[in-house]
């Protein structure tokens, strides 16, 4: 296995860069899960990932972060160094901690790294209010909503400092007016950092809203069957919807993802 790097020089323009990615899952029979995946993502870029359900997506992401070991291929990480990780995650199940208030929770992966308390809790008071969160520092999580636990993750992965954050459906479990509205407030926080964002979405218009370019991921095993340029400029908003280009491309998407849901499905079968 080719040894993951995270040296930066020379300067490169990508923040991952994936070649001939291969992961099996070894047990009773072995499941391929990634094949032969190629893929370039940008510094500072906003990147979705759509595809069938079960189909590795989850599987890739957690490679680009280093929480799975590849079984053969190159993955090159070209992210800016420091003591704290080069990627934070965010999971569909927010995984914020109810014995730590929301000023903890936020402040957690700073306190993972050392800093001091007085600058990581300046730090995360900070986040809180840009998440929309002000005057909840001192709140458990199991008093809020399932929306606002879900922005008190969202804000411990930016306050980290990590210059990567990858993120799995992490709002698929909202309600649709609880996700129209974090959907907005993630891009508005993104463009402010510019942080380079890789998420995995089932919706083709999260991705459109939300996207720079958009990964269309084959059935299982899963290959790069597409990378899409989303055309809309920013800042951008739901009012993208109204624009027939919209409309067109999400048709089109569908339409080329569903002959792998129904592989997938047959796969199953």
């Not at 994936?18 to 893929?39: C, I, Q, T, Y």
């Not at 809203?209 to 790069?224: K, N, T």
Request: glycine fraction near 8%.
């Amino acid at each position: 296995m080719t040894e993951q790097s995270d040296v930066s020089e020379p300067e490169t323009e990508y923040a991952f860069e994936v070649e001939n990615l291969h992961k099996v899952f070894v047990g009773r029979s072995p499941v391929h899960a990634l094949v032969d995946v190629n893929l370039q993502l940008k510094k500072g870029s906003f990147t979705c990932i759509v595809g069938p359900s079960g189909c590795g997506k989850s599987t890739l992401l957690r490679v680009l972060g280093g929480l799975e070991a590849r079984t053969s291929g190159d993955l090159t990480v070209s992210l800016p160094t420091s003591n704290v990780p080069s990627s934070a995650f965010v999971f569909q199940e927010h995984g914020v901690f109810p014995w730590f208030t929301v000023l903890e929770n936020v402040a957690f992966g700073e306190r993972m790294a050392g800093v001091g308390k007085s600058q990581r809790e300046g730090n995360a008071r900070e986040w809180i209010r840009r998440a929309g969160l002000a005057g909840f520092e001192d709140v458990y999580p199991e008093q809020l909503s399932g929306g606002m636990r879900q922005r008190i993750a969202i804000a411990r992965a930016f306050a980290t400092g990590s210059p990567a954050l990858l993120m799995d459906e992490p709002l698929g479990a909202l309600d649709a007016q609880t996700r129209t509205l974090m959907q907005e407030q993630l891009v508005e926080l993104w463009e402010q950092e510019r942080k380079t964002v890789v998420l995995v979405t089932h919706s083709i218009e999260e991705a459109l809203l939300l996207g720079d370019e958009i990964v269309m991921m084959s059935a299982r095993p899963a290959r790069v069957k597409e990378v899409i340029s989303v055309p809309f400029g920013r800042p951008r908003g739901l009012d993208i919807e109204k624009d027939p280009r919209f409309t067109e491309m999400k048709t089109a998407i569908w339409e080329s993802m569903r002959d792998e849901v129904q592989a997938s499905m047959g796969a199953r079968s």
